[in-house]
């Protein structure tokens, strides 16, 4: 199958990227000039510039959308109010995760959808499949670039193009940039203050070039999807395919935050009500090395006696702390502060287990 190419691609490919595949789509994995390392650093200390495009987007109009949109995602979108955007889960019957995805409520009539890419497919049917008279759900993935410009200048930068960057965590405003309109979204996912800008396809180039000329003498970078990687890894964040999936549930992933509990119904609620009650679901923890090992995904955990605990599902060496750093599901058994035995590559290396994140986020800072 043909990869997908985002409308930024020929900016990518001028930056000398390194392209790899996201959800059937061809992204830039990391840029000349520095790579990983260089990019990571400048979200934690400056700023930089994502192009985040392949995730979905997916719009819910029509009398009653956000109330049948409550009726089936884990989050209680009654929490927030329009021009609020809210972290939620798509899941099936089973309590297994579909999806996990932003919601933008934008009316009561009118709600967006920011899906993973290659999920976006399945959550549309789900929602389709199930929309009452007068409710239409249309993927828009091809129609809407993302950009996300993520780190502690992220704000000087977008002021220096007269866009407001001063609205809290969480929520969104329309803007112009470069002529264009974008909804401005104070949202990311590196544990950065940052924003992400939802424009036409047909616009991004210029939207992008904008945000590169204000943030030159910031030192903005462009960032690939590797620094993303382990920016994300260090908050904890979970990744679907990874912390979250058909088979972990937002219970097993400790999302339980993003699940509305006292809601009549969503898709999944008994299921995901039993595994909290019952309390025997491996659950998510991290994990850092003693030593100079790096975790990866598929590695088993084991206890210091040789008992087999669970798996590691995310891994990498953090730019930050400088050490390998891990998300694994393990058993309840296993507590905060223990150590545990992952094998790397036939070789017995020693963690310590802790609750992520494994640095301190900015993300909620004004």
Known sequence: MDLLHSPLHDRHEALGAKFAEFGGWEMPLEYAGGGVLAEHAA?????GLFDVSHLGKAMVRGAGAAEFV???LTNDL?????????????????????????????????VLLIPNAANTAEVVRRLAAHAPEGVDVTDLHRRYAILAVQGPRSA???????????HDYMSFATAA??????????????????YELVVSSDHAADVWDAVMEAGADAGIRPCGLGARDTLRTEMGYPLHGHELSAEISPVMARVGWAVGWDKDEFWGKAALERQRAEK??????????????IPRPGMQVATEDGRTVGEVTSGTFSPTLREGIGLALLDRSVADGDTVVVDVRGRAQSFTVVKPPFVTPSTKED
């Open 70 to 72: 409550n009726r089936c």
């Open 43 to 47: 979200v934690r200390e400056g700023v």
């Open 280 to 293: 025997t679901v491996s659950t998510l923890r991290g994990l850092r090395a003693q030593g100079r090992a």
């Open 177 to 194: 940039i470069a002529g264009h309109e974008a909804i401005v979204c104070r949202t990311g996912y590196t544990g950065e203050r940052g």
């Open 78 to 110: 009654r929490k927030i109010r329009p021009g609020q955007a809210q972290y939620t889960l798509c899941c099936d019957e089973d309590g297994g995760t579909v999806d996990d995805l932003i919601a933008y409520l934008r009316s009561d009539f009118e």
């Open 156 to 166: 000087e930068v977008l002021s220096r193009l007269d866009v407001p960057a001063d």
